[in-house]
């Protein structure tokens, strides 16, 4: 038996879950000599160092969802940590919103969710800050890096917002807010320069403490990165959907032998695609351009084809891109100041469709030059570790479509069905969809679609450490015959009890359409009463209209089966959310 709780042992492989090996080398000495005595007790990344009483603390705020918020965070505090200043690091889902009134220097790196709004988790500290109860905040000194997509028409909204409300407090900005789109690297680098810069300018006598040193040596960087992914090779690439299915799902296994990657039930990889060659051709034919000559695309030269292949985001529309368009088109002109008809526009169409339809002339270079960096896209590991070493497993829907008369193909998508012999991948880490570290809470697990990979490594996680909590599924898709994903699986683990109940909504086998919320409200109940008795419960998949509508079932269950007005069951979710066993991974 381990000397420590289960509690403290899930803690600390989720504080080294994307250690590699010689991190975790060091890790093992670290503690050693903190067992020693040698080391101060007090050491860790968000601890405050002793500080000359001429240096003041940075509290560092990080609101993320899927994690490039808290990286671009955790290296800020580096190079804070670097320039022997003293920082403290805080997810704002763990912060109580009060707390902020005292603290006199923070930075916020803030991402935007949903439509516009608050990653998850977060809310309760964005409600307060923003409702007429906040306090004045004249002593605070504060920068913000606000994270996006500027697919979006909310582009950036959740720093936006804040950065005023904090204005409107007294709160004096030391370096304007900067936006990010997906391509954040520059920009977020930029900003973490200029923001150090003021901090160090203004901090006198800053000695760096042996603290600072100690930490630099446990760097936040993983072995594999999503700057620097490894080249996981492909073992399988296997279709899990049935012949007449509307849609193609791969369940996909990479080898990450060799990685030193390391995840935990609950985490993504990232993966790193190439564009379709099919639709590099298309958009070449399109813009009449040859894909032979050659352009410059982050100060190196290549062909456009490999350009257009490999660095630039040639699916998804932008509102730079579109904006480069209305400069030489005046029906996108209308459509770009119009914000309705730009959301639209932007949801429906991809860069094909543009080129296609709102016919300009282009330059090779100003074409790429339009276009955003292509950045990788994240897919929920399927696969317990435990049970796959050296392994990650995915499920993966195909983006191949027709709109509009022309065939659209997703980049990853296709690249990872496309064949390669390798992928280069990283891992995300989601220390906001974890499993109980209790083996023996419940769990109810809610997903349509390809929500359902997460579950397959949550139970395989559960089984192979012969943990005791009862696992509920609830899975929805379309129909029952062809889109039962890991159907089998399913069927076993039923029967040998690893899932104690398995709810399926098929929405297309009858006339009225079945959702899995509609399975929420049938078992209330039963969901109620497992709340009661402590379980977790998870939603994966659609963040449009499955987790909105899951979130409704579940207050409708809240207030019959609880018996609670509506503002008493909205406090139950919120207060299930911050004891983190309601947990979503969305979109
Ligand atoms: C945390 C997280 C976990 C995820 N996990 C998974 C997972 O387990 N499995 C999974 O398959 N995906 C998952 N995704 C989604 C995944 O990251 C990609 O967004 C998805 O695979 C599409 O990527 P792509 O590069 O193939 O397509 P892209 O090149 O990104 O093109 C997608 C775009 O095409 C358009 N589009 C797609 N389908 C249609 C259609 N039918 N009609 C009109 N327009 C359409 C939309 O504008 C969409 O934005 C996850 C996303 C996140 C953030
Ligand atoms: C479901 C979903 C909804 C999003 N909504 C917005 C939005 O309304 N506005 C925006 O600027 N970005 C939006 N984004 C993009 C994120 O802000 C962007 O991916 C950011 O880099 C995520 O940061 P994080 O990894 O720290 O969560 C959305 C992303 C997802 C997955």
Partial sequence: MPPVGADSLNALRSVVAGYDKEQLLWSSGFLAGMAAGRVADSLSPVTQPVASPATSTWLIFFATETGSSRRVAESLADRYREAGLVVELHDLRDYRPKALARVENALFVLATHGIGEAPDGTEIFFEYWLSDKAPRLDSLNYSILALGDSSYVDFCEMGRVFDERLQQLGATAVVDTVECDLDYETPASDWTRQVVDHAASISAAIKASPQVSLLRAVSTTQAASRERPFDAEMLSNQKITGNGSSKDVRHIELDLEGSGLNYLPGDSLGVVPQNSPELVEKLLESLSLDGGQHVTVAGQELPLSDALTQCKEVTVLSKPFLDAVATRNSAMQKIVSHRDELSHLMKTHQVIDIVS???????????????????????????????????????????????????????????????????????????????????????????????????????????????????????????????????????????????????????????????????????????????????????????????????????????????????????????????????????
Wanted: charged content about 25%.
């Fill in 357 to 587: 339809d709102y016919k300009t002339a282009w330059e090779a270079q100003e074409f790429v030059d339009a276009l955003r960096k292509l950045t990788p896209r994240l897919y929920s590991i399927a696969s317990s570790p435990d049970a796959n070493p050296d392994e990650a497993h995915l499920t993966v829907a195909l983006v191949k479509y027709e709109q509009f008369g022309r065939t659209h193909w997703g980049s990853a998508s296709n690249f990872l069905n496309a064949g390669p012999d390798s992928v280069p991948v990283y891992v995300e880490k989601n220390d906001h969809f974890r499993l109980p570290a209790d083996g023996d809470t419940p769990i109810i697990m809610i997903g349509a679609g390809t929500g359902v990979a997460p579950y397959r490594a949550f139970v395989e996680h559960r089984r192979e450490h012969g943990h005791g909590g009862d696992n509920w599924l609830i899975f929805g898709d379309r129909n029952f015959s062809s889109d039962f994903l890991y159907q089998i699986e399913w069927l076993r683990y039923r029967k040998e009890g690893s899932l104690k109940y398995l709810d399926v909504a098929f929405s297309r086998d009858q006339q009225h359409k079945v959702y899995v919320q509609h399975r929420v409200l049938e078992q209330a109940q039963r969901i109620y009463s497992w709340l009661e008795r402590g379980a977790h419960i998870y939603v994966c998949g659609d963040a449009d209209r499955m987790a909105v509508d899951v979130n409704k079932a579940l207050l409708a269950v809240l207030r019959s089966e609880g018996n609670l007005s509506e503002e008493h069951a909205a406090d139950y979710l919120s207060q299930l959310k911050s004891e983190h066993r309601y947990q979503r991974d969305v979109y």
